[in-house]
């Protein structure tokens, strides 16, 4: 998969989740990552290397933790998946980072990506 810079890319304001939110990609084996950020257009998480590969899945869940918030279902096109940079020598798991644009919302997703970026971010990305 090609590296470029996403940031150049993007259409959307992206904004900081808060601590808590997570994303969960449900399939053979459920992946489940901490969202870095989100917008309208998508969002980026970071996971665990171990828990394996999202190829082929393409629906994933959204929930913050504190505040009761739970998005289901949300098609997705995987962007990019990168090896993440260690933040300790010591660390022996490696962490990954999935980008994702999401298809095409119902109703009730729009609304309640709207709520959580209000309520459930902490600025922009």
Do not use: C, W
């Not at 449900?26 to 992946?31: A, D, E, L, M, V």
């Not at 959204?62 to 997705?76: G, R, W």
């Amino acid at each position: 998969m090609a590296d470029y810079n996403n940031k150049d890319r993007r259409k959307q304001k992206r904004f900081k989740a808060v601590n808590g939110a997570f994303a969960a990609v449900r399939q053979k084996s459920n992946q489940l990552g901490q969202i870095k950020d989100i917008s309208f257009g998508g969002l980026a998480f970071t996971y665990l290397a171990n828990e394996g590969a999202t190829n082929g899945a393409r629906a994933l869940d959204i929930f913050v933790t504190k505040h009761q918030l739970y998005i289901k279902d949300i098609p997705f096109e995987l962007v990019r998946d990168a090896q993440v940079e260690k933040e300790s020598p010591f660390s022996t798991v490696p962490v990954r980072q999935q980008s994702v644009q999401f298809g095409k919302l119902s109703k009730e997703q729009k609304s309640q990506l709207m709520h959580l970026m209000q309520y459930h971010t902490v600025g922009e990305s």
